[in-house]
């Protein structure tokens, strides 16, 4: 998918630009080979430049979901009542199993596209469905047709997974993984890669510390489901082994104690927290958000599965917001911190400032246009606050990633169709092989 034009110009929005340098207000972004190089007047632009009308709407930058397990996308909504125990069981023991190659692609691709129609243009894809190359191959291939800038978290098999998780597994990782990461050496493409390690709370500490020494030895991220209500300690033990690093990034981190995460905060990891399903999937804790504030993690929001949550970071911002206040948690929780949490924040937590998460010039062009001039969301008297409280992805009215218009005015753009008939015949095979678990 190739931009139109060499140059691009977002014109006549308010800019929100989570950058102190790019100050809010009305401005022209303008882009040229999928880098933003001012926004202001669009005195740069060239006279043929392809024009985006943002006249009445906001712009921002593209939203960035810090962890999801996209593979399960093609299943969403199933597990609306589900307990953590009743999640594991169905993915682990019954979906994971029985995924073929093209089911993979299937729900990877239909989950994000619907990331980008919601105006995430930055996901970080948990794929812990390494059943065969052809598994990972497909989980590939399914972010660089979508057109999302990708960050590939191969994860570990779904085959005998008692053989990969548990307190006492210390299988490695299929060796797999060294080819995958010479496939996504370029860490300046659009779909790159991390490890979704199994960390010390899903294996053995010698396949935990082997994890991590690894992710390192291949350059690497490393992002890892931590801080269950029955293994806490966990992060303090990372720490006391020199896992913790920059590169590390803790997932949910729901019952880590406040001095590991001051001890991670001062190592440079960063967390992730689903706000929606940890508040309403039994098991999996609450959201940790004031405390990885306190201690002073950078912190981003993330989906985590879309079988049990809404895809979309407006829901995810909110729900962070109303359990934020409704414990009375003390530390500030404000629109711009919201909003820093889905974008720069959650740049950083992806390993991707540098490249993504405001309108800063110089970035990769990854923005959205969000309509203000409609009844649900006039009279717009503090746009952040609005965007907050009241965006969500019917109000995203284009999405441009990479410099490329992935959504224009309100119609996705991509393999749409190719993706609604993969995750229909995907469906008939989960149907097939796992009989019962869907319903009639």
């Given at each position: 998918?190739?931009?139109?034009?060499?140059?691009?110009?977002?014109?006549?929005?308010?800019?929100?630009?989570?950058?102190?340098?790019?100050?809010?207000?009305?401005?022209?972004?303008?882009?040229?080979?999928?880098?933003?190089?001012?926004?202001?007047?669009?005195?740069?632009?060239?006279?043929?430049?392809?024009?985006?009308?943002?006249?009445?709407?906001?712009?921002?930058?593209?939203?960035?979901?810090?962890?999801?397990?996209?593979?399960?996308?093609?299943?969403?909504?199933?597990?609306?009542?589900?307990?953590?125990?009743?999640?594991?069981?169905?993915?682990?023991?019954?979906?994971?199993?029985?995924?073929?190659?093209?089911?993979?692609?299937?729900?990877?691709?239909?989950?994000?596209?619907?990331?980008?129609?919601?105006?995430?243009?930055?996901?970080?894809?948990?794929?812990?469905?390494?059943?065969?190359?052809?598994?990972?191959?497909?989980?590939?291939?399914?972010?660089?047709?979508?057109?999302?800038?990708?960050?590939?978290?191969?994860?570990?098999?779904?085959?005998?997974?008692?053989?990969?998780?548990?307190?006492?597994?210390?299988?490695?990782?299929?060796?797999?993984?060294?080819?995958?990461?010479?496939?996504?050496?370029?860490?300046?493409?659009?779909?790159?890669?991390?490890?979704?390690?199994?960390?010390?709370?899903?294996?053995?500490?010698?396949?935990?510390?082997?994890?991590?020494?690894?992710?390192?030895?291949?350059?690497?991220?490393?992002?890892?489901?931590?801080?269950?209500?029955?293994?806490?300690?966990?992060?303090?033990?990372?720490?006391?082994?020199?896992?913790?690093?920059?590169?590390?990034?803790?997932?949910?981190?729901?019952?880590?104690?406040?001095?590991?995460?001051?001890?991670?905060?001062?190592?440079?990891?960063?967390?992730?927290?689903?706000?929606?399903i940890e508040m309403t999937m039994p098991?999996?804790?609450?959201?940790?958000?004031?405390?990885?504030?306190?201690?002073?993690?950078?912190?981003?929001?993330?989906?985590?599965?879309?079988?049990?949550?809404?895809?979309?970071?407006?829901?995810?911002?909110?729900?962070?917001?109303?359990?934020?206040?409704?414990?009375?948690?003390?530390?500030?929780?404000?629109?711009?911190?919201?909003?820093?949490?889905?974008?720069?924040?959650?740049?950083?937590?992806?390993?991707?400032?540098?490249?993504?998460?405001?309108?800063?010039?110089?970035?990769?062009?990854?923005?959205?246009?969000?309509?203000?001039?409609?009844?649900?969301?006039?009279?717009?008297?503090?746009?952040?606050?609005?965007?907050?409280?009241?965006?969500?992805?019917?109000?995203?009215?284009?999405?441009?990633?990479?410099?490329?218009?992935?959504?224009?005015?309100?119609?996705?753009?991509?393999?749409?169709?190719?993706?609604?008939?993969?995750?229909?015949a995907s469906l008939a095979h989960i149907?097939?092989?796992?009989?019962?678990?869907?319903?009639?």
């Open positions: 998918m190739m931009p139109l034009s060499n140059d691009l110009i977002v014109t006549g929005g308010h800019v929100i630009g989570m950058d102190p340098a790019v100050p809010d207000g009305p401005a022209d972004v303008v882009v040229r080979d999928g880098v933003i190089v001012s926004v202001g007047p669009a005195a740069e632009a060239s006279p043929d430049a392809e024009v985006v009308d943002a006249s009445g709407c906001v712009v921002m930058p593209g939203l960035v979901d810090t962890h999801r397990h996209t593979w399960q996308s093609s299943l969403r909504h199933i597990g609306l009542d589900w307990s953590l125990m009743d999640y594991l069981g169905a993915a682990f023991l019954q979906l994971g199993p029985n995924f073929r190659p093209e089911d993979v692609y299937a729900g990877t691709l239909l989950g994000a596209l619907g990331a980008l129609e919601a105006g995430i243009t930055t996901l970080v894809d948990w794929s812990h469905i390494q059943n065969t190359p052809e598994h990972s191959d497909a989980a590939v291939a399914a972010l660089r047709d979508s057109g999302i800038r990708g960050v590939f978290a191969y994860g570990w098999p779904q085959i005998d997974p008692l053989t990969w998780v548990g307190d006492h597994s210390d299988a490695e990782l299929p060796a797999d993984v060294r080819r995958v990461r010479e496939v996504l050496r370029d860490d300046t493409a659009r779909v790159t890669m991390a490890l979704a390690a199994r960390g010390p709370e899903m294996s053995a500490p010698s396949a935990a510390r082997r994890d991590l020494l690894l992710a390192r030895e291949l350059g690497l991220r490393a992002t890892m489901h931590v801080g269950s209500v029955d293994k806490v300690g966990s992060v303090g033990w990372l720490h006391d082994e020199g896992l913790l690093d920059e590169t590390i990034t803790l997932v949910h981190a729901s019952a880590t104690g406040d001095d590991e995460l001051k001890a991670a905060a001062g190592a440079g990891a960063t967390a992730s927290v689903s706000p929606f098991g999996l804790g609450t959201p940790a958000t004031g405390r990885l504030l306190r201690a002073g993690l950078v912190t981003g929001l993330s989906t985590d599965t879309e079988v049990a949550t809404s895809g979309d970071m407006f829901t995810q911002m909110r729900s962070a917001l109303a359990h934020h206040r409704f414990t009375q948690d003390p530390a500030p929780l404000t629109a711009d911190g919201l909003l820093r949490m889905v974008t720069a924040d959650g740049a950083a937590v992806a390993g991707l400032s540098a490249v993504t998460g405001s309108l800063t010039p110089g970035k990769r062009a990854d923005l959205i246009v969000v309509e203000a001039g409609t009844p649900a969301m006039a009279p717009m008297l503090d746009p952040r606050a609005a965007v907050v409280l009241a965006g969500h992805p019917g109000l995203v009215r284009t999405v441009v990633c990479d410099g490329v218009v992935v959504k224009r005015d309100g119609v996705l753009a991509g393999p749409v169709g190719r993706a609604m008939e993969a995750a229909a149907r097939e092989a796992v009989p019962g678990l869907l319903g009639a």
